[in-house]
């Protein structure tokens, strides 16, 4: 996967995500780019001086660019930020910069979460691609779109039609081939579910967690892999399905 979305940084250095264009691990902060501003309501909070203060609070805007001299790629950048131990440090404006932890709200264009086999259907991709602008900032939205991209896997892999979601996955037993997939794709039709009916229940890392289950599952079926998410998938359905 795309080192995870959600790693916090300093203004020196972001993770190395993977860029857009060329697929490598050569994205960084260009200079020049990176703006922070104290945020409105922790101003006037830290205008008191006094001790037991919460941590200041920031936003931010960036350019990303590649470092591959060929790649023309630029990502725009917002987000938050937080000075950790704002109250005990009682830092001067000036000193403070290179102490703040900051977390992405969005990238434009959107990074990929995880790499889509070049064999996987583009009605299964399609949504797949529009969840990771969402999951950071709409989490619930982003799980709507796993919901579609199950269902078009459904219709890519020719499983018999059903009245529901549930009942069609429920087919995957009788299918050798992909019989083993069925408690994954459940895991993620669970998580679906929560999205669509519940605004605040499902989170940016639940998102992420789904991320690792659906490129293991993708992986498998359009690439090959094998590798085992069972703890994933357990903590996925227990968290999501309905309680017995």
């Not at 309501?41 to 660019?65: A, N």
Request: glycine content about 4%; charged content about 25%; overall charge negative.
């Amino acid at each position: 996967m795309n080192p995870s979305l959600l790693t916090p940084f300093r203004e020196s250095r972001c993770p190395d995500w993977i860029c857009p264009v060329c697929g490598g691990n050569t994205l960084a902060i260009k200079e020049g780019t990176f703006h922070a501003g104290q945020t409105a309501e922790s101003s006037k909070i830290w205008v008191t001086p006094e001790f037991g203060l919460p941590d200041m609070e920031f936003v931010f805007v960036c350019l990303l660019f590649c470092e591959r001299t060929r790649c023309p790629a630029v990502v725009a950048v917002t987000g938050t930020g937080v000075l950790p131990d704002s109250d005990r440090a009682r830092p001067a404006a000036e000193d403070i910069t290179g102490n703040i932890i900051y977390r992405v709200a969005s990238f434009t264009p959107a990074l990929s979460a995880f790499a889509i086999p070049a064999g996987c259907p583009e009605e299964v991709a399609l949504p797949l691609r529009q969840s990771f602008s969402l999951f950071i900032s709409a989490p619930s939205s982003a799980a709507t779109a796993i919901r579609i991209a199950l269902e078009a896997l459904m219709e890519a892999l020719k499983l018999p039609e059903a009245r529901s979601l549930h009942k069609r996955l429920e087919k995957l037993r009788d299918e050798a081939e992909y019989a083993e997939h069925m408690d994954a794709l459940m895991a993620l039709k669970w998580l679906g579910n929560a999205g669509s009916h519940e605004l605040d229940r499902v989170s940016s890392q639940d998102i992420e967690d789904a991320y690792q289950i659906i490129e293991s599952v993708l992986d498998k079926i359009y690439a090959g892999s094998k590798e085992s998410l069972d703890a994933l998938i357990a903590r996925m359905t227990r968290v999501f399905a309905p309680k017995k």
